[in-house]
């Protein structure tokens, strides 16, 4: 029984998201830009619940790939508020 | 580490195709000439990437040296193809614009994998913290024992930690006794004793006995993960004199146009087109503006690294500029420079009794008592392996002491409670250990006095080595505390602190601290929670201790996650060394470029060394600021090694 409902619980819900993060700093240079595009990947792959991140060192554009059931679309840009960029959505829709 | 390797394999391809191609140029076999031509272009094709990121940063309204390069290349390319036909030496020289081309291309490669690995590594610290929070939990679920993903454990449950395993979630002991390296989270690397009701954190190393946790945080609200965020964070907010180099780097692309154009110009009227070109094209591959705008984020990244992996957590550039600054550092007396919590220092006995009789019979009388004194009598006790019964009847007068039986024993505890005359000894001994500010405890047992108990609040271990280590930087102390003179004085005398002020109120700590600052950069350190106003006053705040509190890590701006005060030091001279090392790197992005421009507008550099040089200079700025992760300041590994 309990065992059903722990099943029930994971039905994923993946929703892709594709955003726009920006920073002032760091123009005009691949390997700042690289380095910046790595410590992002890094951060959002971390979050319980993301499966797969892009990042996009030159635009800035990162795409994420998260079950909703395990985190909040919120959550996630507040964590990339919180490394300094400044979050503008792209996109937003359900895959699965 | 998979995007490294793709790297790698596009680099050796490249020099392959490229040797290939200069080697066939030189043999006799048929359409030698045009095999290597084919050659070298599929080289100069490998090297894509280069131009892929110089054309849509372009488009994306950035110009990159990788834009530079690109037009470098093309330019040298359609040299080589067109050249030959309309030049009488023909296809030596074609061949020596291609292969050029080709091997400017894999040194700019190599380099661009070169530095994004370094830059990669720079992370290590982190992924070592990250590492360190296990994967998987063993739990218990319907009295069953099963193993899960961590991010399927659920707050409440119970999980089973065996010997030598890694905590997985932070909660409390339920049941079990171990102890448990927390190194991970307070740099502290001997264990602590954890039983029944004691805190554990994800990420620490249990020792020798099994215990059952019940979860209370997972995964992102784990004290570990929110360590790693902060750690994230603070390595993205830039340092101030990033700005001066930002600012040289606005000015980098209207320099290089004009110069390349006057370049391009001026050689041509003397020494003709193909002069010019080579030129233009070697003007364009020696600019290196990456050098300058890479050195400050990689320095602060690695040394924001470098401080977490000694469970120091400085929140960013900023703070790296203050801290090398500080001439004074402030601390708060009362768990900070000290335990924070009374402790039996000294048993004088009288008579026949011994130590042991002494604690045994005041633990006795205190032995349901809360107060904080009686707490420290049994915590004696125990530390001495002593049973103690329970009173027959206890009364705890307030402010004075306990009155107490134990079987046809009378027990009195306390100065004010004994009425009785005390011998000249005990009064002398009593007076001088007050003056010291320490407390003295007479026991007395049937009306006789049986010892003296002195309790007081003891001096951290590291704090007099922490307080002179500060003296050897150069960095004046002070102590601020709340409490009386008498105490204040002794305690600031066993740490030789320069300065210290007693009896202060909060808000009088403030305001001294706005005294201090006057003619000082003022670090204060104290636990982050009753301090955070001082904290907040100073230039640069270090709240002690901060692993398991969200306050003091939110308030302060340098966390200091286990009670280690030499980190105080540490990170004073992990930031001079750090902001040298920024200025030094961006003097010298700006020296190697104005030399290197200056050479290649003269004539005397060719594509290829210039390129060269112009990759060595990043690559020594970026290698230069990634080193900062593994540096042990210079001044702290000298003490280290005069300590042993």
């Known amino acids: ?96 | 580490m998979r995007e490294h390797f793709k790297g790698v394999i596009l680099v050796i391809l490249l020099g392959l195709f490229a040797l290939a191609g200069a080697l066939i140029s030189g043999t006799q076999i048929a359409y030698a000439h045009e095999i290597s031509i084919i050659l070298t272009l599929i080289a100069v094709a490998l090297g894509y990437r280069i131009y892929v990121h110089g054309i849509r940063s372009l488009l994306h309204g950035n110009v990159t040296a990788q834009l530079f390069a690109t037009i470098a290349i093309f330019i040298s390319v359609i040299a080589g193809l067109v050249l030959p036909s309309a030049s009488a030496t023909g296809t030596a020289e074609a061949v020596g614009y291609l292969t050029a081309s080709a091997i400017v291309a894999l040194i700019i490669l190599a380099g661009m994998t070169l530095e994004e690995y370094i830059i990669h590594r720079t992370r290590g610290a982190l992924e070592k913290l990250i590492n360190m929070s296990p994967n998987t939990a063993r739990i218990r679920r319907d009295s069953a024992e099963v193993e899960v993903p961590i991010d399927e454990v659920k707050v409440g449950e119970i999980v089973l930690v065996k010997p030598g395993d890694k905590i997985p979630v932070d909660g409390t002991v339920i049941s079990g006794h171990s102890t448990v390296n927390q190194a991970t989270i307070t740099g502290e690397s001997i264990p602590i004793e954890k039983t029944v009701g004691d805190r554990t954190f994800a990420g620490t190393l249990n020792e020798y006995g099994a215990l059952e946790v019940k979860v209370e945080k997972i995964a992102e609200d784990t004290t570990l993960a929110h360590l790693i965020q902060l750690v994230e964070e603070a390595q993205e907010k830039k340092a101030p004199i990033q700005n001066i180099a930002d600012r040289f780097t606005t000015y980098f692309l209207p320099i290089m146009a004009v110069l390349s154009s006057s370049v391009f110009a001026a050689s041509y009227f003397t020494l003709g087109f193909e002069v010019a070109l080579a030129r233009t094209v070697t003007v364009l591959l020696v600019a290196c503006p990456c050098a300058l705008s890479i050195a400050v984020p990689v320095a602060v990244a690695a040394t924001i690294g470098n401080a977490s992996m000694n469970a120091i957590i400085i929140k960013g550039g900023t703070h790296i500029e203050k801290l090398k600054d500080v001439t004074l550092v402030a601390f708060d007396k009362t768990g900070t420079l000290t335990i924070g919590e009374p402790r039996v220092v000294e048993i004088k006995t009288f008579g026949n009794y011994s130590e042991a009789d002494t604690i045994k019979y005041a633990a006795i009388a205190e032995k349901f008592s809360e107060h904080p004194l009686s707490k420290a009598i049994t915590a004696k006790a125990s530390e001495l392996s002593l049973k103690i019964p329970d009173p027959t009847d206890f009364k705890t007068i307030p402010g004075q002491g306990v009155d107490a039986h134990y079987g046809n024993k009378h027990i009195l505890i306390g100065r004010k409670m004994i009425a009785m005359e005390i011998s000249e000894a005990a009064n002398q001994f009593m007076s001088k250990v007050e003056n010291e500010g320490k407390t003295a405890i007479p026991v007395t047992l049937n009306n006789n006095v049986i010892g003296i108990v002195v309790v007081a609040d003891t001096v951290r271990k590291n704090s007099l080595e922490a307080i002179q280590r500060l003296k050897r930087l150069g960095v004046k102390t002070a102590m601020l505390t709340g409490d009386n003179m008498r105490t204040a004085k002794s305690i600031a005398e066993q740490i030789g602190v320069d300065e210290y002020h007693a009896e202060l109120l909060p808000e009088q700590k403030v305001a001294y601290i706005g005294e201090l600052k006057k003619g000082n950069v003022v670090a204060m350190v104290g636990d982050g929670v009753n301090d955070a106003p001082a904290l907040a006053n100073s230039d640069v705040g270090f709240a002690m201790g901060a692993a398991g509190s969200d306050v003091a890590i939110e308030t302060a701006d340098v966390a200091l996650l286990g009670d280690d005060l030499t980190k105080v030091d540490y990170a004073i001279s992990l930031s001079r060394k750090a902001f040298n090392r920024m200025k030094g790197n961006i003097v010298y992005a700006f020296v190697w470029n104005i030399i290197a421009l200056s050479l290649a507008a003269f004539g005397i550099l060719n594509p290829v060394l210039a390129v060269v040089l112009a990759e060595a200079g990043c690559i020594s700025v970026v290698i230069n600021s990634a080193l900062l992760l593994l540096s042990k300041p210079k001044a702290f590994a000298k003490i280290n090694g005069q300590a042993k």
């Open chain 1, 1 to 96: 029984m309990n065992n059903l409902e722990t099943k029930k619980e994971h039905v994923q819900k993946t929703e892709k998201v594709i955003l726009n993060a920006s920073k002032t700093d760091c123009t005009g240079c691949s390997v700042c830009s690289d380095f910046k595009a790595d410590s992002l990947r890094h951060a959002v792959a971390r979050l319980n619940g993301v499966s797969k991140v892009k990042v996009d060192e030159i635009t800035g554009k990162v795409t994420i790939e998260y079950d909703t059931q395990k985190i909040s679309f919120s959550k996630i840009t507040e964590r990339i508020e919180k490394l300094g960029y400044q979050v503008e959505v792209l996109s937003r829709e359900e895959i699965q």
